[in-house]
Each structure stands twice: as C-alpha cells, then as structure tokens.
C-alpha cells in the first residue's frame, strides 16, 4: 500500500488550498481515510476522516472551515481547506485503515491506522 499526498504549500491566512492523497495496493473502496497534521513540537492530531460509505468526522478546529471527500474512481481523498489560519501550519498526512469492514467507520485515533503517506507541508503566513 502506498499513499502520496499533494496540494501544500505556502498560502496567505483567509487563503485556501486542496489537498490530494492517492493510494495504491489499497482496500481504497471499504477502507476509511483519514487527514492528520502534526506541527513542529506538537503530536500528530486528526484533521478530518472519511468512511468508505462517505461519512465523515471533523476535528473541532477543521468544522466550518475544511471539507474531506474522496473519490473511489481514482482512489484519491481530498481535504478542501478554506480560510486557512496560520495555525493550521503543519505537516498533513493522510492515512488508511485498511479496514474491509471500514464503510462505516471513521476511526480517529492514529494507531487505528495501518498506512501513512510521506505528508505535505502546508504553511499560512499571517
């Protein structure tokens, strides 16, 4: 299983920007995917999460604000980012759970996951 994000970058705060995980050798269709970022000195913390039956989580910090979604098709999650803070500053990553029971599951916590991609790093300039 590989998973290899895309769409960070350097962005002015109130900007927005999309990122893109495409995973290969997956379970993609059943499997739950999750967005995580960790900050420099901080952990690793959820950002968003998405069944493999499209239902969805969202970190108290990302409602209102981002939007994941995948696409089955091409086995690609997204997470739509608007009004980006300079907060949100970290590296983001996704992961599957390889779950071929994960329709309706939105695990949260990272050791729930068995894949993670390499990150992309997102930074928003005040």
């Known amino acids: 299983v590989q998973l290899v994000e895309s769409g960070g970058g350097l962005v002015q705060a109130g900007g927005s920007l999309r990122l893109s995980c495409v995973a290969t050798?997956?379970?993609?269709?059943?499997?739950?995917m999750g967005w995580y970022r960790q900050a420099p000195g901080k952990e690793r913390e959820v950002v968003a999460v998405?069944?493999?039956?499209?239902?969805?989580y969202y970190a108290d910090s990302a409602k209102g604000r981002f939007t994941i979604s995948r696409d089955n098709a091409k086995n690609t999650v997204y997470l739509q980012m608007n009004s980006l803070k300079p907060e949100d500053t970290a590296m983001y990553y996704c992961?599957?759970?390889?779950?071929?029971?994960?329709?309706?599951?939105?695990?949260?916590?990272?050791?729930?996951?068995?894949?993670w991609g390499q990150g992309t790093q997102v930074t928003v300039s005040s």
């Open positions: 050798g997956s379970m993609f269709n059943t499997s739950a």
């Open positions: 998405i069944s493999g039956g499209g239902m969805t």
């Open positions: 992961a599957t759970d390889e779950d071929p029971w994960g329709i309706a599951t939105t695990p949260t916590r990272p050791h729930e996951y068995d894949y």
